[in-house]
């Protein structure tokens, strides 16, 4: 009897990547690992579609986060403006 979750295992430069990967995005992958998946590594369009948007709104929400704590701070070193 197999183990459950071994049929689907995919080798780990595909596990690591396949879902980031897409066309015209910029990535920090070490070349090892995307010369790795160029050679037997398949994209799935929507879970990286998905997980784009997630990763800008995240990055969105971090910003605006720095840039009212900055304000907050310019008020409080300087409360005549």
């Known amino acids: ?6 049929r689907t295992r995919l080798p780990q430069t595909d596990y690591d990547i ?3 990967a ?5 990535n920090t992958f070490p070349e090892k ?7 037997h590594g398949k994209a799935d ?12 709104q995240a990055f969105a929400n971090s910003w605006h986060a720095l840039l009212d ?4 701070k310019s008020v409080a070193m ?3 403006v």
């Open 69 to 72: 704590c900055l304000a907050r």
């Open 22 to 26: 897409a066309a015209d995005t910029i």
């Open 45 to 56: 369009a929507e879970l990286a579609a998905q997980l784009q948007r997630e990763r800008v």
């Open 1 to 6: 009897m197999p183990v459950p979750g071994s």
């Open 78 to 80: 300087n409360p005549s």
């Open 33 to 39: 690992t995307l010369l790795a998946y160029a050679d």
């Open 18 to 20: 396949s879902a980031l």
